[in-house]
């Protein structure tokens, strides 16, 4: 069966964003970026929540074709371009989106019936309130937290209203030289 994996940057404190979804904290170099493709190697399916979806359809279809592309916005375009596309909303229609299934309720059916489904990992690239409704369902499989070195002090916190407890295992760590560095937990099943 397919793992659902959820990827987000944090602060030491536990925030994913400032007050107003200021992201200029998040450290990224190389590492990260070429860390970032082994995921995505292993991923066929990008999950988003309505929010991030629209930030990511904003940039990314186009990224790789801009005359000053790195590499790895061309990478990651051609890979954002070709997956498959799950957005969890009740305020968007499927209707005219390419490659793309809006889920907006039965939550834990839909998901389950895309883990069962032949194909790779299935990723989720920030969309912090999808990961609550998730989780609070038992979906995620494995989580790639990326702890950047800062304290943000407030923000959007990365785990806020999280009620029940999640055992988690840790299977992978990775420091870079940037000083952030990658906890990789699978999630304990019962």
């Known amino acids: 069966m397919r793992k659902l994996i959820f ?23 190389d590492a990260i970026f070429d860390f970032v493709g082994t995921m995505t190697d292993k991923a066929d399916t990008a999950l988003y929540g309505r929010v ?5 359809q904003s940039y990314w279809p186009t990224a790789g074709e801009k005359s000053n592309a790195s590499k790895h916005d061309k990478e990651h375009a051609a890979w954002y ?28 059916d839909n998901i389950n019936k895309i883990k069962k489904q032949d194909g790779k990992n299935i990723l989720i690239f920030g969309s912090p ?13 494995e989580f790639c937290l990326f702890v950047n070195p800062v304290l943000l002090g407030h923000g959007i916190p990365l785990f806020k209203g999280v009620t029940d407890t999640t055992k988690l295992k840790l299977i992978e760590t990775k420091t ?15």
């Not at 991030?52 to 990511?56: C, G, L, W």
């Not at 009740?90 to 889920?103: A, H």
């Open 7 to 29: 990827s987000m940057h944090t602060s030491l404190d536990g925030f994913v964003a400032g007050l107003n979804g200021e992201m200029d904290w998040i450290f990224i170099d």
């Open 52 to 56: 991030t979806y629209e930030m990511m």
């Open 81 to 108: 371009n070709t997956v498959s596309k799950v957005v969890l909303s009740k305020t968007i229609s499927e209707e005219g989106l390419d490659n793309t299934k809006v889920i907006g309720d039965q939550l834990a």
């Open 129 to 141: 309130s999808a990961c609550h409704s998730l989780l609070s369902q038992g979906l995620i499989d």
């Open 176 to 190: 870079f030289s940037c000083g952030v560095i990658a906890l990789h937990y699978e999630t304990k099943r019962n």
